[in-house]
């Protein structure tokens, strides 16, 4: 008797199931995070879009129409002009001042252990923690009462007695993470202590000295409240367009603020590419 051999019935195989999409917490904090950065970006969007706005008078409130004049015409305001001109210089030399004092200070505060480092510290916090009102009423009273006359320089100091302690704590966060084998590495070839600070240190704190400049003078030209008690009759950009609502916002101060903003867009791009290319190189 012989006997045949069957072949094994082949099945299909199953189809692979693809898998579900979950409305996850990653995905909640995607969503959440586009949420605030259009939220933050609205007020910025807004004013860019009111600089081409072809209003006919001082009220630009209400779309009524797309131009480019404005552009043209940014610098018409000779007291709008004159104002931001103000801004411009405080804030440059404000910034300039404060990076210089603030880098030397956090670089100490980062490197050493000293005796009154702590109440440094809590000095410097202080500053950046209190109210610009309180701080703008206590150097008015400073100024007064030495006799100071309120003016550009004025708020040039005080710009630059609140922005050191931003500086400052931005420098000293960089220093705290800076690696020390490198500039004992430099001692030990017979390099200064001087030589070691601006071609070893220097050049690796860069970064968070340039950030504290620029923090300091954005800090500077945006400031309302300080300068507002320390000006007299001096107008920045900010106080006149505070002055101006009451009559209305010509849209050069949307102009005006659409360049700046670029300009720190700019700015931040550039420094962004540069820094990857460091890295890679």
Known sequence: MTTTLEAP?????????????????????YVYTWLVIAWLALPIFVMILFGFNDTPGRFNQTWEGFTLKWYGQVFA???????????????????VVSTALGTGIGYALGRYRFRGSGSMNLIMFATMSSPELIMGASLLTLFVSTGAGLGPVTITIAHIMFSISFVATVVRARVLTLDRSIEEAAADLGAAPWTTFWRITFPIILPAVFSGLMLAFALSIDDFVVSNFTAGTTVTFPLWIWGATRVGLPPQVNVMGTLIFATGVLIAVVTSIRSRQGKRD
């Open 77 to 95: 305001l000779e007291e709008l002009t004159k104002a931001l001109v103000y801004s411009l210089l405080i804030a440059l030399v404000s910034s």
């Open 9 to 29: 019935a082949t099945t299909a195989p199953a189809p692979a199931l693809r898998p579900r999409r979950r409305f996850g917490g990653a995905t909640v904090l």
